[in-house]
């Protein structure tokens, strides 16, 4: 699976081109005169959301059999007999179909409906998406819709309808990892940037919203880097007698050569003065009224010159540096009162489900909703504003009125991502002409996470599975980096620490394993290489490990061998009960 375009918004690494061929890589020539598929009963109508096409055709797509309808385009031969009226994924889209939701496979505007478009330069006319092998003997269909006619989905994704009314391009199903979090990373960067301005006592942990520019020389004025003496001209010195020089005092009278007056630190510097000579490096004869230097004087030694760290109008730290304590020193130091930040982002939390309780032990079908308990604290952790969760049930013009409705910048749902009857999040962002960037990821668990934006430039979403640690991926593939882009953090680029145990792997998709961070020896002893331990209890359904854990590793397809090392993901908690080796791990 290919990662979106460096630099790209959306991620479309397999839509289809404008110069792409008509045809589905790989599927066998229609005969003259074949008259159209008929929509497929309970497919969407138009204006409903359409499916993902992203796929490919496979390489071990078979010919027709003799006979079979050459109108049901699909990986592997149709069954003699088969109707002709069922198109499968990829097949071409209805006669009339609204062009505000294109049909799968559909080509990007200004694309032929009737013809095969030419291929992209250099490119070959067959040529299959997603690393699908193609047939160097494929030929378009005569009058067929122009699409790139992808494979069809991933089983058990293809009763619910996907991508949003606006999209030309529809986004692959089942992104890489990576590429996901780099979608949502783009994403939240192109958002709008709100600022506001904050006193220094609130700023604390905000993202400066503006460069933060010196106000002020600094120093202001020449000051004394020591205690000790300032002298003019060449030594000994006779020493003036008049309280000397201390911080915060105004303008000094100036020396004159040969004059010598003691001086703090902070102090400023009178005029016409050489040096500061240190306290320890300076002798005094009081009898005599004369100061001797011990070592030799240079000029301007421990005097800090005016604008000696910064210039008034110079950059100090660009926008998007998070303020720490020494960046609101430093802000103190150039003049500011207050910072301008970024404003938190708003998020609105929707709980999907007829099936959840909120108080009280599970009865009668019925589960305890873990998800609304903790997603609130989870983002609040990474700096944003939280509304309080809203419980839909599950309740589609409810949701609807939900999402078209909010003021939030970012929305996330809990569950209703998959293909199930009351599995409403696809079809009521069809419904409301939503965009789709990443609508599932090759990542377990949580692979039906998905990642919209509002018609009108209106809120993003992100819908979670309802899983509970599936969500807590999704959380930390698409929410936390979007929610880093709006609130101008920088990526974080992630590190990597050896595993103890080995971790199986998924055949193709990447997994989130929580683990906890242990170093050698026993439990609690010092010293020793770090490295991760991974922790049982990880099925998508449970929260026993990630209770436990203070990170989740990420597993590359294949898995990994004990003492490989793993990219980590830190969780924004410490664990809230003590590790022990017999119970999680």
């Not at 990662?3 to 008509?22: E, L, M, T, V």
């Not at 078979?62 to 031969?77: D, L, N, V, Y």
């Not at 002298?231 to 040969?258: C, E, F, K, Q």
């Not at 078209?404 to 569950?415: C, V």
Request: charged residues 15%.
């Amino acid at each position: 699976m290919s990662a979106s375009r460096p630099g790209a918004f959306r991620s479309d690494a397999s839509a289809s081109r404008s110069g792409a061929p008509a045809s589905r890589s790989g599927a066998p020539a229609s005969r003259p005169g074949a008259s159209p598929a008929s929509p497929r009963p309970g497919a969407p109508q138009n204006g409903a959301f359409p499916r993902s096409d992203a796929s490919a055709s496979r390489s071990d797509a078979s010919a027709p059999r003799p006979g079979a309808s050459p109108a049901s385009p699909q990986t592997g031969a149709p069954r003699p007999g088969a109707s002709p009226a069922a198109p499968q994924h990829g097949a071409a889209s209805r006669p009339g179909a609204s062009p505000a939701f294109p049909q799968t496979g559909a080509s990007r505007s200004g694309a032929s409906p009737a013809a095969p478009a030419s291929p992209r330069p250099g490119a070959s006319p067959a040529a299959p998406q997603h690393g699908a092998a193609s047939r160097p003997d494929a030929a378009s269909r005569p009058g067929a819709s122009a699409q790139t006619g992808a494979a069809p989905t991933s089983p058990g994704h293809g009763a619910a309808p996907r991508h949003g009314a606006s999209l030309n391009s529809p986004p692959p199903r089942h992104l890489s990892w990576r590429a996901a979090r780099g979608v949502a990373t783009r994403a939240g960067q192109c958002g709008a940037v709100r600022t506001e301005g904050l006193g220094l006592g609130l700023a604390l942990g905000r993202v400066l919203g503006e460069a933060l520019v010196a106000l002020t020389d600094l120093p202001s004025f020449d000051t004394s880097a020591m205690d000790g003496w300032a002298v003019a001209g060449p030594g000994p010195w006779r020493i003036r007698d008049d309280g000397g020089i201390l911080a915060g005092h105004g303008a000094p009278t100036p020396l004159h050569d040969g004059e010598a007056v003691r001086i703090a630190t902070g102090g400023r510097i009178p005029a016409e003065v050489t040096a500061v000579i240190r306290s320890e490096h300076a002798h005094a004869d009081e009898a005599k009224g004369l100061l001797y230097a011990q070592r030799s004087v240079s000029q301007g030694q421990d005097i800090r010159p005016r604008g000696q760290e910064c210039r008034s109008g110079e950059i100090l730290l660009p926008a998007g540096t998070v303020v720490t304590p020494a960046v609101l020193g430093l802000a103190a130091a150039a003049g500011y009162d207050e910072l301008p930040v970024r404003a938190r982002p708003r998020v609105d939390v929707l709980v999907l489900g007829d099936e959840l309780l909120t108080a009280g032990l599970p009865h009668d079908g019925l589960i305890r909703d873990a998800l609304g308990p903790m997603i609130g604290p989870w983002v609040r952790a990474l700096g944003v504003e939280v509304a309080p969760p809203r419980r839909l049930g599950d309740d589609a013009e409810a949701l609807r009125k939900a999402l078209t409705g909010s003021e939030a910048d970012l929305i996330i749902t809990t569950g209703g991502t998959a293909a199930g009857p009351v599995d409403h999040v696809h079809r009521v962002l069809g419904r409301i002409g939503a965009e789709l960037l990443v609508d599932g990821v090759a990542v377990r668990p949580g692979h039906p996470m998905l990642l919209a934006r509002l018609p009108s430039a209106g809120p993003w979403l992100v819908g979670l599975p309802g899983n509970p640690l599936a969500a807590v991926s999704g959380l930390l593939t698409l929410a936390g980096p979007l929610l880093g882009g709006l609130a101008g953090r920088t990526p974080d680029d992630g590190y990597r620490v050896a595993v103890r145990d080995d971790v199986h792997g998924h055949p193709h998709d990447t997994r989130l394993v929580p683990v906890v961070h242990r170093t050698a020896g026993e439990p609690g002893t010092a010293g020793g290489a770090e490295h991760v331990v991974p922790l049982h209890y990880n099925g998508p359904a449970m929260l026993r490990g990630i209770a436990a854990a203070d990170g989740l590793a990420v597993v590359e397809p294949g898995g990994v061998r004990s003492g490989t090392e793993v990219e980590i993901l830190d969780l924004p908690w410490a664990p809230a009960t003590p590790w022990t080796e017999g119970c999680f791990t």
